[in-house]
């Protein structure tokens, strides 16, 4: 990548870790355009801003888990009613895998409803990712808290992203969930970066935060020791029986400046569209694709909600003159940017 030294390039590409609170909310609350058209310069200079990469999600162990995140569906502490399943066999992930790769998606992402994996779950979830990387897709999976040598094994079996979010801001997180901290949280973030996997980690809109809740969290990722490589901009899906079912909807246009002030705050990460876009409007998507998202979950399923259509996505994309990414598509930096 050459080095850009325009002014105004080397000003908005600069990667910083020391953003304060008042700056970021200061760009939180700016004119919309002006926040959008930073955010879309940054976003063309790093990526072709006509593509958007396909992540496929699959849920390899469902519900009955002892967290008690307030948001989730799949939390044994709600009354929820789905039931819970034991760890899938990894042929049968390895043959869902298959079938994403055939609709596009370039990365795979296994979930599992757990506090943290237990011993004995290690070598089949190994072996999926095994399996999956033998496809030649991307592999990622988010299992929960990781010790560090649990991140280590990971590694070492070719795991190249590993998922866990932060949520929310620090200040609100003991308002979401009580079984664990946003210090286990940064724990197993740290696990993961010092095991050489790149870290996919974001949050939801639409828990009951305030604004500044919003800013705090993007400002936690954008001031680890490297950003996220990937950032997950999730809106609640409502779930009927847990605490978040009747949660105030997400202005749109505060979601759109979520997504724009985490493309500023961190340049080079992929900006992910996930949960809630099937109750996102297709203009509401276009503005966050504008304002710096680069990728979205395909398929009709999320891990236990539900996702667009494959249809609607090709419809919508086909609209906005959009096309699938390859794996990572960086756009060359140039002096006139
Ligand atoms: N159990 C693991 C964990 O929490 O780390 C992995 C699976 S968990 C379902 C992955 C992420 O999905 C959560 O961190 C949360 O950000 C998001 N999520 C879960 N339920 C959601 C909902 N109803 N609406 C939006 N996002 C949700
Ligand atoms: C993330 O941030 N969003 C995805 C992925 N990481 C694992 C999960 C969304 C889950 C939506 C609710 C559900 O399907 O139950
Ligand atoms: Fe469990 Fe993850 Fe759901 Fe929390 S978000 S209840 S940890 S599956």
Known sequence: MKENNSPQGRDLLTIRHDWSSDETLAIYDSPFMDMVFKAQTIHRAVFDPNKVQFSRLLNIKTGGCPEDCGYCSQSAHHDVARHASKLIDPVRVIEQAKAALAAGATRYCMGAAWRSPKARDMAPVIEMVKGVK???????????????????????????????????????????????????????????????????????LGLGEQPLDRVEMLRTLANLPEHPDSVPMNMLIPIEGTPLAKAEPVDPISFVRAVALARILMPMSDIRLSAGRTAMTDEMQALCFLAGANSIFIGDTLLTATNPSEDKDHHLLRRLGMERAEARTMVTLSAST
Do not use: P, W
């Open 134 to 204: 033998a496809l030649g897709m991307e592999t990622c999976m988010t299992l929960g808290m990781l010790s560090a040598e649990q991140a280590r094994q990971l590694a070492d079996a070719g795991l190249e992203y590993y998922n866990h979010n932060i949520d929310t801001s620090e200040r609100f997180y003991d308002q979401i969930v009580t079984t664990r901290s946003f210090a286990d949280r940064l724990n197993t973030l740290r696990h993961v970066h010092e095991a050489g996997m790149k870290v996919c980690c974001g949050g939801i």
